[in-house]
């Protein structure tokens, strides 16, 4: 395939093309052809796709290709800037047609192959960190999400938020932190629409995201990825960061170590806790480990290790590993 990016030279405009084949036979002829072409300009983003495909799926287990076509138009708008202190505000619609997954649940099938949705998003962030250190270390966080899907005739409210408060501890560039979330949705249960999902750390074992993927409120490592369900959901997860180890003579200038960070987490899940006959209790606890290095002198690299370990109610549900680079 082929990419192609196109900006004017402050750079306020912003077009990017993507053009792709599969080759594998094994896959519908209709689905082998791939076309991603976006557009940003001062806060607004625009996005036309056909059979949407992403480099990094190579590399699962998290797929973000989907096949079919979307459309999709967003606004993003800043209505606190005054650092550490910001509020952004973020609104997306998003249509879709010849679906046969969820757009965010790559394991949820979809009951129509037509979808119309909606969403607006506040997030705010006041956080702080010290001189050393490799990640915020107190302060607040906090979002809250809106979000509407209208398919055969039938629209589903959502809403969802989650606050998240840091302590720094008394050892040098280390912190605790409590992380909570909560959601609800109106509509059937046999409504794939009408649930959130969770499971698994979510890396790539190549990506390009966010290292700490256990902090997403639909994360849970120990289970496979979408396999808990609810209409609604409270979880609250308790996350120590420990000092981080200073590499400072490891390697050499054009591929050398700059630390390593350790931390552990506990998540508790409920799915469902406002229906007695289906509420469930979920649980997930473990650890990860980032090594951050420099590669030719400028670029810098994550490789994380991790692995946790999820009950269902009392019980052993089963454990995951996770590996993942994160590159550029």
Known sequence: ???????????????????????????????????DVTYEY????????????????????????????????????????DEPRRLDLKLDVAAYTKIDALPDYQN????FDRLLSAQARLYYTHVQRSIGAVDDEQGMTWELAASANHANGDTVPQVRGGLDLGIALPLPNSSIWLRSAAGASRGKAEDPFANFYFGGFGNNYID???????????????????????????????EVNAPPVILDAVGTPSLHAVFLRPSAFATALWTDPNHADSRK????????????????????????AGYGVGYRGSKRAGDEWMISLKIL
């Open 208 to 238: 390009n995201r966010a290292i700490k993927r256990y902090r997403e409120y639909y994360a849970l490592p120990g289970f496979e990825l979408n396999e808990v369900a609810g209409r609604s959901f409270a979880r609250a997860t308790v």
């Open 1 to 35: 395939g082929y990419r192609v990016n196109i900006e004017d030279p402050l750079p306020f405009a912003r077009i990017g093309i993507t053009a792709a084949w599969t080759p594998d036979t094994d896959l519908k002829r209709e689905e082998r052809g791939h076309l």
């Open 281 to 304: 209790r979920y649980a997930s606890i473990g650890a990860q480990v980032d090594l951050r290095f420099n590669v030719l002198h400028w670029y810098e690299m994550t490789l994380s």
């Open 42 to 81: 001062l806060g607004w983003r625009a996005q036309a796709s056909w059979n949407r495909s992403d480099f990094y799926d190579i590399f699962g287990p998290t797929i973000r290709s989907r096949k079919g076509y979307a459309l999709k138009l967003g606004r993003d708008e800043t209505l606190i800037y």
């Open 108 to 111: 949820v099938g979809a009951t």
